[in-house]
């Protein structure tokens, strides 16, 4: 039995349920309220994009956008809530039809690199030293289009950049395999772990593994969390679900393997995830057919399975666990694990 779990969403999990088939079905919740609701759901860390905080970034000066940052530190304060990281949006801009970092044109790559300096910036005004790199279109849809080594390489020289630029902050790196592009450059934990052994601090590069993308990988979420655990390099969560390899869904937390999802609470709370601070984020996606009085129920359904599953997993012995790996009786150790869950 370890700690305490603190729990952390970001804006965009609250929304009116456009998806690339159809537009919005529900009314926009202005971003002031959004803040309201993160206590009244059990949540106190809220996790941004730079232009959640700062939303018209690209047509501000560095130091107005600096300037607003710290107005939303003031407000965050006051709601009692904690910024938790802040990612840069390198795939809505027009210069990052073709990726950011590992762009084929020079002065793409340039705007996505002063891009991620503001996000420093940003974390730094928030209060927060957690960058998080989700590389959403760098990869490819034709291979030839880009030398893979030539982008590994890129995407380090970016790493490197926003590290010398602020010495206080880290980097987190959320791996993906595909979606929006067909192969990403980054698309297991093991992947993100070795690019930090590309810069010269690799102490200041972890990782955040989202479940999702561990399934869309074809990978056991709760493994890939051991393995940066052993490496010491989770430093954050997206926890949700995902019902095979299809567009990622980000599922209600346990909604399709509630044993899935208790391996995954087992092996934070085992191995001691959230004592050094670490928040459990909840990626979890608003189901489309949700009216609007209904529709934060995937953010408070999530926690609470957490915490159920949570129980759970401290009421197994592990006396017990043991004796019968001990035994090599694995099928009684299976009927014992789904006899908690089914409880
Ligand atoms: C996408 C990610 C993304 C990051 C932050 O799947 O969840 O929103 O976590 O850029
Ligand atoms: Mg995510």
Same mark, same amino acid.
């Given at each position: 039995m370890q700690g305490e779990f603190r729990f952390s969403f970001g804006p965009w999990n609250i929304h009116e349920g456009a998806d690339p088939f159809g537009p919005e079905v529900r009314k926009t919740i202005p971003f002031h309220e959004k803040l309201e609701t993160y206590k009244k759901l059990g949540f106190d860390g809220i996790q941004f994009h730079d232009d959640d905080a700062v939303p018209n970034l690209n047509n501000m000066t560095q130091s107005e956008i600096v300037k607003e940052a710290s107005e939303l530190k003031k407000a965050l304060d006051d709601h009692g809530l904690t910024a938790e990281f802040v990612a840069p949006r390198l795939w809505m801009d027009p210069r990052t039809i073709d990726g950011a970092f590992t762009s084929n044109c020079p002065e793409c790559r340039k705007y996505a690199i002063e891009r991620l300096k503001t996000t420093a910036d940003i974390a730094e005004a928030l209060g927060t030293k957690n960058i998080v790199f989700w590389l959403a279109r760098e990869g490819t849809y034709i291979r030839e289009s880009k030398d893979p080594v030539v982008a590994t390489e890129r995407i380090a020289e970016a790493l490197q950049t926003v590290l010398d630029y602020n010495k206080n902050i880290r980097v987190m790196i959320e791996?993906? +395999?595909?979606? +929006?592009?067909? @192969? $990403?450059?980054? +698309?297991?934990?093991? @992947? $993100?772990? $070795?690019m930090g052994l590309m810069t010269n601090a690799p102490d200041r590069v972890g990782c955040l593994i989202e479940t999702a993308h561990a399934i869309l990988a074809n990978l056991c979420p709760s493994e890939e969390m051991g393995f940066a655990l052993a490496h010491k390099k989770l430093w954050s969560v997206h926890l949700n679900d995902q019902n095979g390899l299809k567009f990622d869904q980000d599922q209600t937390f346990g909604m399709v393997d509630p044993r899935r999802a208790l391996n995954q609470v087992r092996v934070l709370d085992k191995h001691g995830y959230g004592l050094n601070g670490e928040w459990v984020g909840l990626d979890v996606k608003v189901l489309r057919t949700q009216k609007d009085e209904v529709a934060l129920k995937h953010l408070e359904y999530s926690r609470k399975i957490f915490l159920r599953l949570l129980e759970i997993s401290r009421s197994l012995d592990d006396a017990k666990i043991d004796a019968l790996i001990a035994e090599r009786d694995y099928e009684e150790l299976n009927y014992y694990i789904l006899d908690a869950i089914l409880k």
């Open positions: 791996s993906k +395999p595909n979606e +929006p592009v067909d @192969h $990403a450059f980054i +698309p297991t934990i093991g @992947h $993100a772990i $070795a």
